[in-house]
């Protein structure tokens, strides 16, 4: 029988059914719903009421990577910059540094149950880069395109491993995750980076084209914990469905690994805990 670390390594991935009890996956959802009334948008006019929104819009995001920030859903303005739906169903997630920031997920994210299985997959000297609460809400959840994490929290060497938590039943219906096994044994494609002088570009490393036919759904129960290899293509479809599919994700890289600047998220070096640690 192959250990949960060979599976992974043969696999690019790993689905862990249920990891994460129901009762749990409500009380983050809860809390994420709560977080989000205490964010006022208007507040913001700058960011996301200029007409030089892409820019404006673009900085709120680069600076995100120690915050914990609010994104919409591309369709959830109409033209006149009004919402077409209450607030908390106009975002498409919360970010980047949930687990470090916030005690709930900072304690969902460090829980026993993580640290035990960062331990079989041999990620002791891993630290906590990144995390996101993905709402994906009944009809208006939009599709993220084909990538590898790696393109977005590039290491050398490659060392980026993700943990996405369906906190709902994910199915093709309402968005779940595509990949296909083994998937992660092929090059990094991208890198999607600072630009000098300002904003973000995406930088190609191999033309080759990923292989979206050999990818399958992966859908799994409320609860379940999906681990993800940095160079494993994967993506998930809009939601259509009249049920959401929220899901909280982490990233994680190597303590010692070279992270260059130019990557789009900054986190002070010193400031990164891995899962042993709680920041409260
Ligand atoms: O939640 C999704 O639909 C996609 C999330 C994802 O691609 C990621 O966390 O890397």
Redesign the pocket.
């Known amino acids: 029988m192959p250990t949960l670390n060979q599976q992974f390594q043969s696999q690019g991935f790993l689905v862990l059914e249920r990891f994460v009890p129901a009762k749990a996956c409500d009380a983050l959802m809860l809390w994420a719903e709560a977080l989000t009334s205490d964010f006022d948008y208007k507040g913001h006019p700058s960011i996301f009421q200029t007409t030089d929104q892409s820019k404006s819009s673009d900085d709120y995001f680069l600076e995100s990577g120690d915050q914990i920030s609010f994104f919409f859903e591309k369709d959830a303005f109409d033209e006149k910059g009004e919402l077409k739906q209450d607030l908390f169903h106009s975002l498409n997630k919360i970010g980047h540094a949930l687990h470090d920031l916030d005690p709930m997920f900072a304690s969902f994210s460090r829980s026993k149950e993580m640290r035990e299985l960062a331990a079989e997959l041999g990620l002791e000297d891993h630290v906590l880069i990144q995390s ?1 609460m ?1 709402f ?1 809400h009944a009809k208006i ?1 939009g ?2 395109d084909v ?1 590898q ?1 790696a393109t ?1 929290l590039y290491t050398e060497p490659q060392s980026c491993i ?1 943990f ?1 938590f369906a906190l709902e039943d994910a199915t093709i219906e309402n ?3 595509w990949a296909a096994a083994g998937g992660h044994k092929t090059s990094l494609r991208s890198r999607f980076q600072r630009k000098e002088g300002g904003g973000t570009e995406m930088q190609i490393l191999d033309e080759q084209p990923y292989d979206i036919n050999s990818m399958k759904p992966l859908e799994v129960p409320k609860g379940s914990c999906i681990v ?1 290899h940095g160079l494993l293509p ?3 479809l809009p939601n259509t469905s009249g049920k959401s ?1 929220q ?1 909280f ?1 982490i ?1 994680t890289i190597h303590r010692d690994a070279y992270y260059p600047e130019s990557n789009w998220l900054r986190r002070e070096r010193k400031s990164l805990k891995g899962f042993e640690q709680s920041a409260h």
């Open positions: 996101m993905i994906k959840g599709k993220v990538h994490d977005f993700g996405w968005g779940c995750m993800l994967h993506y998930s599919r899901a994700a990233h």
